[in-house]
């Protein structure tokens, strides 16, 4: 086998079980148990066999952990662009209000986003939940730093969503 020949296939197979195994992970995270097994299976078996050929070869190059490291990367790279563009991701926005409380819950609301809202007994600040698409996080962001630049913004990974309304 040449080296060009061992060196891109070792490439594109680790593009292949990284890739698989970034998404194993963003569903593994949301308890999917059979599949995460079943991609790690794949993902494994290919690695096995990828691993083992280059480190069996009696070729002695450089290209060959090159190859295996970009692979790698490149596998990174694009696992990360399927998990984030195809895999249905559901984040948690908690925002604290420090001024125009009513304008922010008002623009929400316009802008199609479900709010829910706790007062806060005593305190002029308001706390507001939001279930959203991560898709959709940075214009929620701009509508509330339009309303109140110094809101206190945290944002979570939610696991599970039983009823409500998801934008």
């Known amino acids: 086998m040449s080296l060009v020949f061992l060196c891109v296939k070792i490439f594109f197979a680790r593009i292949l079980d990284v890739s698989i195994g970034t998404v194993r992970t963003m569903i593994m995270v949301r308890g999917k148990m059979y599949v995460t097994a079943a991609l790690a299976f794949i993902e494994v ?11 069996v ?4 190059s450089i290209f060959i952990p090159i190859s295996y490291s970009l692979g790698y990367a490149t596998g990174t ?15 948690g926005v908690e925002i604290i209000v420090t001024k125009n409380q009513l304008e922010l819950i008002k623009a929400i ?12 007994k ?20 701009n509508i509330v730093k339009k309303y109140d630049p110094n809101a206190f913004i945290i944002v979570n990974n939610t696991k599970y969503v039983q009823n409500g309304f998801i934008k």
Do not use: P
């Open 122 to 141: 005593g305190n002029k600040n308001g706390f507001l939940l939001c279930q959203i698409n991560s898709k959709k996080e940075q214009k929620l962001i």
């Open 109 to 120: 609301k316009k802008s199609g986003f479900a709010v829910s809202i706790i007062d806060l």
């Open 77 to 91: 790279f694009i696992g990360t662009y399927i998990a984030n563009n195809f895999i249905r991701n559901i984040i």
């Open 57 to 60: 070869t009696n070729m002695n």
């Open 45 to 55: 078996m290919i690695w096995f066999m990828v691993a083992r050929e280059a480190l």
